[in-house]
């Protein structure tokens, strides 16, 4: 009667092993829940993430990056998805878990890492800093009709409100969100 | 003068070395009870104490893999429910004492076996019959026993978070939880037959049975 317990143990223990990864991966997409809070600036990005600095990228979505097509993606410092915001205001990628970070070059450069490189950037420096020209190989004359009297650019948001400084002077404190997205004037 | 025990070993060689020390264990056990001559359930308790300690302690580098949870339910159906929930606390206290950190969770823990023994000795008669284990049904059991012991012991978040981190927890706990599952499935499948024996041989005869048995002499 009980003749078949042993291999089906085995077998158990085997398909868990091989399906472990999936399951883990599911579970935490499923398990992710969100800040709701508007006056917050980490409204929209995971609870576990409280007290955490973030690095996002917003696309703009006509133009989505080939990887982010929907909803906001959230990426653990590991590297691993945590799950992705239907409901956030945008398109785009979050990288966050990070702490401990001052400068907000550095925090970008690990966030980049992080993602596998899908925000790669390019930047140019100017004696007044660096300016970015493209996250994830988008231009925001991509997006944007740039012409004479128009433009587009990347705009940095440190914790919701436009950065005064560039990206290379931002100093961050524990917790701190920063953000960028793509502006017309 | 010499570094003799400085030795690193890795993960997986510190794993295999537990296996083999529990293997030994397990089997000096097993030689040593066929000695016990008397039926006293309570000598059968402490060498299943042994099992559960040592088994909880070296398997600890697998994540949820350890035998407390069948052995503390084969005990609840041998023993009866105050033996299996005084062995569930023996056991979650040494080895969380010992060796895996004790606090305020050791209570849940064996609130959480203490449970587990219950039900194996509120379904004894339908696991257990005429002393031969229905290992079937115990697998089942056992199985939902990791999830109802994982999901007690996940209770004690409370004490330091709101209720509704809970399910978001118990969701992101979901696969350490079928982890033990399918760790309680081998154990059923492997060792329930050969605990069970030896348990049998150290059953407490219910004194209505007992009576019976006096008779038909």
């Known amino acids: 009667m009980s003749n078949y317990l042993k291999p089906l143990s085995v077998v158990a223990v085997i398909v868990l092993i091989l399906l472990a990864p999936s399951i883990r991966d599911a579970l935490k997409e499923e398990a992710a829940t969100y800040v709701n809070d508007s006056e917050s600036s980490h409204n929209g990005l995971p609870e576990s993430w409280n007290n955490s600095q973030v690095f996002c990228v917003l696309f703009l979505d006509q133009v989505s990056h080939p990887k982010f097509t929907s909803g906001v993606t959230m990426i653990e410092s590991d590297g691993s998805i945590l799950g992705t915001n239907s409901e956030y205001n945008g398109t785009g990628a979050c990288v966050g878990g990070f702490s401990g970070y001052e400068n907000g070059l550095d925090l970008m450069n690990d966030a980049v890492n992080s993602s596998g490189n899908d925000l790669v950037y390019n930047s140019t420096e100017f004696s007044f800093g660096l300016q970015i020209d493209s996250i994830g190989n988008i231009e925001p004359c991509d997006v944007a009709e740039c012409s004479d009297s128009s433009g587009a650019y990347w705009a940095l948001y440190h914790n919701g409100g436009a950065s005064m400084v560039g990206i290379s002077d931002v100093i961050l404190e524990e917790a701190d969100v920063l953000l960028w997205q793509i502006e017309t004037w | ?217």
């Open chain 2, 1 to 217: 003068m010499y570094d003799f025990h400085n030795v690193a070993l890795t993960p997986n060689q510190s794993l295999l070395l537990n296996i083999a020390i529990l293997s030994v264990i397990v089997y000096a056990v097993i030689r040593s009870e066929r000695r016990i001559e008397d039926s006293n359930p309570l000598v059968m308790i402490g060498i299943l104490a042994i099992f559960g300690i040592a088994g909880r302690i070296l398997l600890d580098p697998l994540p949820n893999f350890q035998p407390v949870t069948v052995i503390v339910l084969l005990a609840g159906i041998y023993y009866g429910a105050p033996r299996a929930v005084a062995l569930a606390g023996i056991i979650a206290l040494t080895t969380n004492f010992v060796a895996l950190g004790h606090g305020p969770w050791t209570l849940f823990q064996i609130a959480g076996w203490g449970l587990v023994g219950i039900a194996g000795a509120v379904f004894a008669d339908y696991l257990l019959k005429d002393d031969q284990l229905q290992l079937n049904r115990l697998a089942v059991l056992a199985i939902i026993s990791a999830f109802a012991f994982d999901w007690v012991v996940s209770l004690s978040i409370l004490l330091n978070a709101d209720a509704s981190m809970l399910v978001p927890y118990l969701l992101n706990g979901l696969l350490f939880d079928l982890y033990h599952a399918v760790g309680n499935l081998i154990f059923v499948a492997w060792l329930a037959n050969p605990l069970s024996d030896l348990m049998l041989r150290h059953k407490i005869v219910p004194s209505s049975r007992a009576v019976n048995q006096v008779a038909t002499n």
